[in-house]
C-alpha cells in the first residue's frame, strides 16, 4: 500500500480514514437497484474477479463491494461517492454514469495498494458535463481497431465521455472511392463497432466530418475540383497554396455535396452532436468568391454558407458543432448564430485568449466548448509546460464564462510523426482539468500518467514521457504549434531564419538530457497490454531527437554531412516500424516523405 495515493483525475473531496481493507477471499460484487444490468459497466470497471450479484440473500460478510442507485440523493448524474472502511466498499450514485466514475476511481486506488485497500471517503462529481478528445485520423494517421479500443479504455478510465475522430477524407465513403482509396479508412462498420463499444465505456462518438476548408484531399482531385474556391491554388491568407484547399460557398455543387457525405457518414453514429469544422478557411474571397466577399463582406458569405451547413445538419436531426476561429474575427456577425448551435473555441497556445473569446459566445447566447491541445503535433515529444498551461487556462476560464465543455486536441499536421502515448500527457491533463479546474495538476501528472496509462508503478515511464516532453525547453526562442528539435528536421534547409537566435549550448543541452532520461528508464514495471510497443516508442523518440540535434548542429555549421543523409534513412525505416504498430499503411509513405532530405 502506498501512502498517498495519485488519482486522475483529482477528486473533489477526499478523506482518509483509519484502517484497511483486506481484498483477499471469495467476495461478491453486489449490484443494489431496480435495474441491476445498468450496473454492469461499473462492477467489470473496478477490475475485482468478484462474482456479481443482485440476490436480497446474500450475506453482508460475503459482500466485498456494494454499488447502489439512489436516485433520490442530490448526488449529481456523473458523480459518486465512495467509501472503503474496514468492512467493505460501497460506490453510491444516481445515475450509472456515475457508478461507472466511482469505478474508475476505485480501480485506480486497487492498483496503487497490494490488496489491502487505504481507508477514504470520497465526494465526487464533474465541473464540465461534456469532456472530450479529438484525434486527427486524416493527416496521415489512421488507428487501427486495436488502438482505438485500447485509447477508449483509457479515456474511460480518466473519466472522458466524449470522442471525436478528425475526418477529412479517412472515412470510406461508398460513393467516393477515389478519395479514400490508398487511406486506409474507417468503414461504416468499424464506425458502429466503436460507437457501440464506445457506449459500453459511457463515451459518446461524436461525427466530425471538415465541410469547408482543409478539403485538399478531395479538392485535388478533377472529379471534385470544379467546387474549390481556387481550382487551381494561388494566393491565400496563408501564402500560395499549390492545390486548392477550400470549398467555394457560391458554388451550387458545395452544398449538395455536403448533403450526400452526411447522408453517408451520419447513420453509422448514435451521436446526436456533430462537428462540420468550418475552420481555417485560408482561401475564402481569394477565387471564385471575391467578388461577393468584397460587396457583402467575407464575414457575412461565411456565415451564410454556416447557415446551409446547419440547416443540412437540423434536416439529418443533428446538432451542429463548428469551430469559431473564423467567425470569432467577425464579432459582430456572432448574435446572428442559431441558438442552438455548439462553437469550439479553440487555441493552442498556454497565453490564448480563451477568456476574452468566450465572453463573445456567452454575451450572444450561444453554447460553447473550450478546445485546448495535447501539444503532441509537429514536435516528436510534446511540449509539456505548453499543454499543462494551455488546458489549464482553458478550463478556469470556460468555467467562468459558462462552457459546457472541454474538447482537448491532437492534431497531426505534417505527418503526425509522434507516437500516440506522446498526446497522453495532454490527454490526461485535459481529463483532469476538465473534471476538476481548479486542482494543480502539475505535481501528479508524471506519476498519474505511469500509474494510470502504462501500469508503471515505479514512475519511471510516466516522468520520461514528461520530461521528453519539455526537451523544447532546452532552447529559448519561442516557436507557436511546433519546437525547434521539429522544425531542424522537417524545416527547408535554405530557411536560415529557423537557427536565428539558437545556439550550439542549446543543443548540447538538449543531447545531455536526451541522455539522463534514457538511462532513468530502465527498470520500469510496465504492466499495460502496449507496453513492448510503448518501449519501442520511447527508443524512437529518444532517436529521432539526437538525430535532430545533429542535424541543428549541421545547419549551424552549414556543412552537410553525408552520414547524417544515412542516418536520415535509418529514422525513416524506424517510423515506418514504429508506426505499423498502432496504425493502418494508408497515408505512412505520404508522412515518410515530409521529413528533410540533405541532398
Not at 489512421?142 to 488502438?147: F, I, V
Not at 475526418?167 to 461508398?174: L, N
Not at 486548392?244 to 447513420?267: M, N, R
Not at 463573445?360 to 460553447?368: H, N, P, Q
Amino acid at each position: 500500500m502506498t501512502d498517498k495515493l495519485t488519482l486522475a483525475p483529482i477528486p473533489k473531496n477526499l478523506t482518509h480514514g483509519h484502517g484497511l481493507y483486506n481484498l483477499s477471499g471469495n467476495l461478491y460484487t453486489k449490484l443494489d437497484t431496480k435495474d441491476p444490468q445498468s450496473l454492469i459497466p461499473a462492477a467489470n470497471q473496478t477490475g475485482l474477479n468478484w462474482e456479481i450479484t443482485t440476490s436480497p440473500e446474500t450475506q453482508r460478510e460475503q459482500i466485498g463491494l456494494i454499488i447502489r442507485m439512489d436516485d433520490s440523493s442530490d448526488i449529481p448524474a456523473e458523480g459518486y461517492a465512495l467509501e472503503i472502511t474496514p468492512n467493505g466498499i460501497e460506490i453510491i450514485a444516481s445515475a450509472p454514469a456515475g457508478a461507472f466514475y466511482g469505478a474508475c476511481t476505485l480501480a485506480q486506488i486497487i492498483m496503487q495498494s497490494d490488496n489491502a485497500l487505504p481507508c477514504v471517503s470520497i465526494s465526487d462529481w464533474p465541473d464540465y458535463p461534456n469532456r472530450g478528445i479529438m484525434l486527427d485520423i486524416s493527416r496521415d494517421k489512421a488507428p487501427t481497431m486495436e488502438t482505438l479500443y485500447l485509447l477508449a479504455d483509457n479515456l474511460a478510465s480518466w473519466k472522458i465521455n466524449q470522442l471525436q475522430l478528425y475526418t477529412e477524407h479517412t472515412f470510406a465513403y461508398p460513393a467516393h472511392p477515389t478519395v479514400w482509396k490508398n487511406a486506409s479508412p474507417m468503414t461504416g462498420e468499424q464506425i458502429m463497432q466503436l460507437d457501440a463499444y464506445c457506449k459500453t465505456k459511457f463515451i459518446k462518438l461524436v461525427p466530425n466530418q471538415n465541410s469547408f476548408g482543409h478539403m485538399e484531399r478531395w479538392l485535388m482531385h478533377d472529379e471534385y475540383r470544379q467546387m474549390a474556391e481556387m481550382p487551381d491554388g494561388g494566393e491565400t491568407a496563408w501564402g500560395f497554396r499549390a492545390i486548392p484547399t477550400g470549398l467555394c460557398p457560391i458554388d451550387e455543387k458545395s452544398v449538395p455535396f455536403l448533403a450526400g457525405l452526411y447522408d453517408e457518414l451520419l447513420p453509422h453514429f448514435s451521436s446526436k452532436p456533430f462537428n462540420v469544422g468550418l475552420d481555417e478557411t485560408i482561401d475564402l474571397g481569394y477565387g471564385r468568391s471575391k467578388s461577393i466577399c468584397e460587396e457583402l463582406g467575407t464575414g457575412r458569405v461565411y456565415l451564410d454558407f454556416l447557415l446551409k451547413v446547419y440547416t443540412l445538419t437540423k434536416e439529418r436531426g443533428r446538432k451542429m458543432m463548428f469551430w469559431g476561429d473564423i467567425i470569432m474575427k467577425h464579432p459582430e456577425l456572432i448574435p446572428e448564430l442559431p441558438k442552438d448551435i455548439i462553437a469550439l473555441e479553440w487555441g493552442y497556445e498556454y497565453d490564448h485568449p480563451f477568456a476574452g473569446h468566450g465572453s463573445k459566445f456567452r454575451e450572444s447566447g450561444i453554447a460553447f466548448y473550450v478546445c485546448p491541445g495535447a501539444s503532441n503535433w509537429n514536435t516528436f515529444a510534446g511540449r509539456t509546460r505548453n499543454a499543462i498551461g494551455n488546458i489549464t487556462s482553458a478550463a478556469r476560464s470556460g468555467l467562468e464564462n459558462g462552457a459546457i465543455g472541454l474538447l482537448n486536441t491532437s492534431w497531426g499536421d505534417n505527418g503526425h510523426w509522434d507516437p500516440l502515448p506522446v498526446a497522453y500527457t495532454g490527454f490526461m491533463a485535459g481529463a483532469m482539468a476538465s473534471w476538476n479546474a481548479q486542482a494543480d495538476v502539475t505535481d501528479t501528472l508524471a506519476d498519474a500518467l505511469s500509474l494510470h496509462a502504462f501500469g508503471d508503478r515505479t514512475g519511471k515511464i510516466g516522468k520520461a514521457f514528461y520530461d521528453l516532453g519539455n526537451i523544447y525547453l532546452c532552447f529559448t526562442k519561442r516557436t507557436f504549434n511546433n519546437t525547434i528539435p521539429w522544425q531542424m528536421l522537417f524545416g527547408k534547409l535554405n530557411n536560415t531564419k529557423l537557427i536565428e537566435g539558437i545556439t550550439l549550448k542549446e543543443f548540447e543541452e538538449m543531447d545531455c538530457k536526451l541522455e539522463e532520461i534514457a538511462e532513468s528508464l530502465k527498470g520500469d514495471q510496465m504492466t499495460a497490454p502496449d507496453a513492448d510497443t510503448v518501449r519501442s516508442e520511447l527508443n524512437f523518440i529518444i532517436n529521432i531527437l539526437r538525430l535532430s540535434s545533429e542535424v541543428g548542429k549541421m545547419r549551424l555549421s552549414g556543412k552537410i554531412s553525408a552520414d547524417l543523409s544515412n542516418k536520415i534513412d535509418t529514422i525513416k525505416q524506424e517510423h515506418r516500424r514504429i508506426w505499423l504498430l498502432r496504425n493502418r499503411p494508408g497515408g505512412l509513405e505520404d508522412s515518410v516523405g515530409r521529413i528533410v532530405t540533405l541532398q
